[in-house]
């Protein structure tokens, strides 16, 4: 499968304040990128995601950002709430397929 | 409403004994993957289905196998389960190849 990598394995914010989560991606072919969210126990939820000729997207309190030039994807959440704790997967598409990172466990602190 | 529907959420079988894990959509989406997710680690793809066209992943141990008999359902069986397949198998549809992909709740299944 195609190497899709996380910077920070954990990542503690102050409830709201915003965090950033990185991703890093190896194939310059990947032209599709989604955040998802996964909480214990459950199945990936669908956060936001980016095509390869966009380098910003926003949605409600979330923004993606994509920089080709050095293969890297962020998900930015604003106002970061308790409900937000969670497991945060970058999944690239090479066109038919998706191949997840390592994931990062985002923790708010009360 | 559910859109990907798992059953059942929770499996345990017998070291060697064939197990079915079963997938169900009521989106008509073309596309049906199966991934497998140990405990900390990041989803890893077993094989997809589009439409009637299976799909492997190179990686993937021939003890696992698939099945979808029709556009709805989709089923992952495991032949001979070991205590390394102990996992969550996440299902997951999409209309095509790069379109989102929703995932279902996921069968954890547990061998022993």
């Known amino acids: 499968g195609e190497s899709v990598g996380l910077h920070l394995p954990t990542l503690s914010v102050q409830e709201g304040d915003n965090s950033i989560i990185n991703c890093a991606y190896s194939?310059?072919?990947?032209?599709?990128f989604i955040w998802y969210k996964q909480e214990s126990g459950k199945g990936p939820q669908f956060i936001i995601d980016?095509?390869?000729?966009?380098d910003k997207r926003q949605g409600q309190r979330v923004t993606v950002l994509l920089n080709k030039t050095v293969k890297h994807l962020s998900l930015q959440i604003a106002a970061t709430q308790p409900g937000d704790s969670a497991v945060y997967f970058c999944?690239?598409?090479?066109?038919?397929?998706?191949?997840f990172g390592t994931g990062t466990s985002l923790t708010v602190i009360p | 409403d559910a859109m990907v529907i798992q059953n059942p959420r929770y499996q345990v079988t017998q070291f060697g004994k064939p197990v079915t894990l079963s997938c169900s959509q009521t989106?008509?989406?073309?596309?049906m993957y199966w991934y497998q997710q140990k405990s900390s680690q990041a989803p890893k793809l077993l094989f997809h289905?589009?439409?009637?066209?299976?799909?492997n992943e190179a990686d993937t141990p021939d003890n696992f196998q698939s099945r979808r008999p029709n556009t709805s359902f989709c089923f992952l069986d495991i032949r001979s389960p070991g205590l390394g397949d102990a996992a969550m198998y996440l299902c997951?549809?999409?209309?095509?190849?790069?379109?989102?992909?929703?995932f279902g709740q996921g069968t954890r299944l547990t061998v022993v």
């Open positions: 194939n310059s072919a990947s032209d599709y």
């Open positions: 999944a690239e598409n090479t066109g038919n397929q998706f191949y």
């Open positions: 989106l008509n989406h073309n596309v």
């Open positions: 997951a549809t999409s209309k095509t190849l790069n379109t989102e992909a929703f």
């Open positions: 289905y589009y439409d009637k066209d299976f799909n």
């Open positions: 980016i095509r390869s000729n966009m």
